[in-house]
Nanobody, 110 residues
């Protein structure tokens, strides 16, 4: 079972990034899919979820700016991030069941 993330990078405030996470070795369509983020010295925090029916959940401070989606035929989950703020800077992780990706770094600064 493996999750491989991509799409992190450095943007200015107000910019956008799209993170991707491709799964292998697990029945992708039967799991709720999650994005988390972690700032050094702080706990990892849930950012967004998409369940097997396509229903989504977002934490309040990303609602309206982030969009979680998935492509079942590609076993891939996405996190489209817009209007990025400096406080969005973190390592972002995808998570499916008990499996975690390696993390992808997002920097937001001018």
């Amino acid at each position: 079972v493996r999750l491989v993330e991509s799409g992190g990078g450095s943007v200015q405030p107000g910019g956008s990034l799209r993170l991707s996470c491709t799964a292998s070795g697990l029945p992708f369509t039967t799991y709720q899919l999650n994005w988390w983020r972690q700032v050094p010295g702080q706990e990892r925090k849930l950012v967004a979820q998409i369940n097997t029916s396509g229903h989504t959940f977002y934490i309040q401070n990303v609602r309206g700016r982030f969009t979680v989606s998935k492509e079942n035929d590609k076993d891939t989950i996405y996190l489209q991030m817009t209007s990025l703020k400096p406080e969005d800077a973190a390592v972002y992780y995808c998570n499916i069941g008990s499996t975690w990706g390696q993390g992808t770094q997002v920097f937001v600064s001018s």
